[in-house]
């Protein structure tokens, strides 16, 4: 049938389209056009076909996936409560207008809402201009918070690469007038602890200020009003060479070949304290103002990562820019570095897992009065750290446990409902984490190989025996040892064998 013929020829559009990386909006468009054309096709037996996925740049997570995420979360977590933060949470959507003019060039990438009710509405980009917003609106001048939620970005999504359009950030920042660098050195340290506490491999967190940047490129002649722009062309050095950032400046940017090449003498520098105290000397940074306050700033920071002791992992990048405009001195982001696994082939690579740096003044955006609250956080990247972790685990064939069950209960023989409903009551009531098998009778067997496949650890067996010498029969799954225990120790004797797992 033409109507059909005319179906296939849209869906290979649309599937082209998607081998391109079109944009999404032309992509949406010939979608829609195909459901349409679909739609009108008719129905089969009264049932409207469609195709059962999740959307662009989304994904589902099963138990063994969120088995890892928790894993994740719960180290982040812990990190962010040792160094004393409290959490709050704001809501997923804010007013259009919160988030416009906070992101340079990619504001293009903020999802915008249908009007609600009179409001002009767009989801949230980041956790970071939504505590803004919420320090200002509550006239706080003082708060050190966590926060981990979803944010929403209209991006072109890399999924195996842990790049998504709804996913969660894990955010850490610390509000206040304080001494400087401090705040900013225990962010650093911050980064350290959770990345070598998740052992993903080697890694380096690369800092700069954009304080450096701007009197950088104010020595090498770039116009004030490009320097946001020039900028934005800096921040892609991490991914593409030196090169092509150069014929962007000079041949779309409109920067003359002259600045883009002194540009090109600094932002291809990378050390430590050494690099800092020769850049201090430099004729032409040296007699500016922001790069002298922001070498001199970078300074102070090695001196009290130096006594963190994690100087081994942080390089002093120039080359380090960060596009979002809000960012006002330090700036920092975690690699990791290419690495060989034993498991995987190819070594898996993901580019920037944590990022952050210190906006002084985006609350005063917010004030009515202008009022600033100085800044400075970090973002830890969850995705791309699951992506790394999943992929490995996956390659290992190492087997996850979904569940947190303490013990199974199970009975020897048949006609033991009762007794397994009383016994797994009373487990309950006591804190203790238990299952048991939803059938009258089950064998016994079927019950022990339940606890294999899930990996429970012990098995509480009720049996007629059993409950004459009034004890429960505790079996070891490891090692298939069995000790009867007095039915009144047996929470405790559960608690004593499950902390030692």
Request: proline share 3%.
């Given at each position: 049938m033409a109507e059909e013929a005319a179906v296939r020829a849209q869906a290979d559009t649309v599937r082209r389209l998607k081998q391109d990386n079109a944009d999404p909006d032309e992509i949406a468009k010939e979608v829609a056009k195909l459901l349409e054309m679909k739609a009108q096709l008719g129905e089969d037996e009264g049932k409207h076909k469609f195709v059962l996925k999740t959307p662009k740049g989304t994904r589902d997570y099963g138990p063994k996936q969120m088995a890892i995420r928790e894993r994740v979360f719960n180290a982040i977590i812990s990190c962010f409560k040792r160094h004393g933060a409290e959490v709050i949470d704001t809501p997923v959507f804010e007013l259009k207008e919160t988030l416009t003019g906070k992101y340079g060039e990619d504001s293009k990438l903020i999802y915008d809402l249908k009007d609600q009710g009179g409001e002009l509405l767009s989801l949230r980009y980041d956790l970071t201009v939504p505590f803004a917003r919420y320090l200002a609106m509550n006239k706080i001048t003082n708060i050190k918070r966590y926060h981990i939620a979803k944010v929403y970005r209209r991006d072109n999504p890399a999924m195996t690469r842990g790049r998504y359009r709804e996913f969660y950030q894990c955010d850490f920042d610390i509000a206040g007038q304080f001494d400087p660098m401090i705040p900013d050195a225990e962010c650093l340290k911050i980064v350290h602890e959770i990345l070598s506490d998740l052992q993903l491999g080697d890694f380096v967190i690369k800092v700069n200020d954009r304080r450096i940047l701007d009197g950088m490129f104010a020595v090498c002649g770039v116009p004030d009003s490009k320097f946001r722009t020039i900028c934005s062309s800096v921040d892609k050095l991490d991914k593409v060479p030196?090169?092509?950032?150069?014929?962007?400046m000079v041949g779309e940017k409109?920067?003359?070949?002259?600045?883009?090449?002194r540009i090109g003498e600094y932002v291809q520098l990378h050390g430590g304290l050494d690099l800092i105290e020769r850049l201090l000397q430099d004729p032409k940074l040296s007699q500016n103002k922001l790069a002298k306050e922001g070498l001199g700033d970078m300074k102070l920071l090695f001196e009290y990562l130096t006594l963190f002791g994690i100087t081994e992992k942080i390089s002093f990048d120039l080359s380090l820019a960060r596009g979002l405009d809000y960012y006002t001195g330090v700036i920092f982001e975690a690699v990791l570095l290419h690495q060989e696994n034993e498991h995987v082939e190819e070594s898996v690579s993901v580019g920037s897992v944590a990022g952050g740096g210190r906006y002084d003044g985006l609350v005063g955006m917010f004030d009515p009065k202008g009022r600033k609250v100085p800044c400075v956080g970090v973002s830890i990247g969850i995705e791309r750290i699951f992506s790394i972790l999943e992929q490995r685990l996956e390659?290992?064939?190492?087997?996850?446990?979904?569940?947190?069950?303490q013990v199974l209960v199970a009975?020897?023989?048949?006609?033991?409902?009762e007794e397994r409903l009383k016994l797994i009551s009373e487990l309950w009531n006591a804190g203790i984490k238990a299952e048991m098998l939803y059938k009258k009778n089950p064998k016994l067997l079927n019950q022990l190989q339940y606890c294999e496949d899930t990996g429970i650890p012990l098995v509480a067996i009720v049996g007629e025996q059993e409950l004459k010498d009034g004890v429960i029969r505790l079996r070891i799954v490891a090692t298939r040892e069995e000790v009867n225990v007095p039915r009144e120790s047996l929470v405790e004797e559960i608690r004593i064998r499950t902390s030692q797992c």
């Open positions: 030196w090169e092509e950032v150069r014929s962007e409109g920067l003359s070949p002259e600045a883009a090449d390659a290992s064939e190492e087997k996850i446990r979904t569940t947190e069950t009975s020897a023989q048949k006609k033991l409902l």
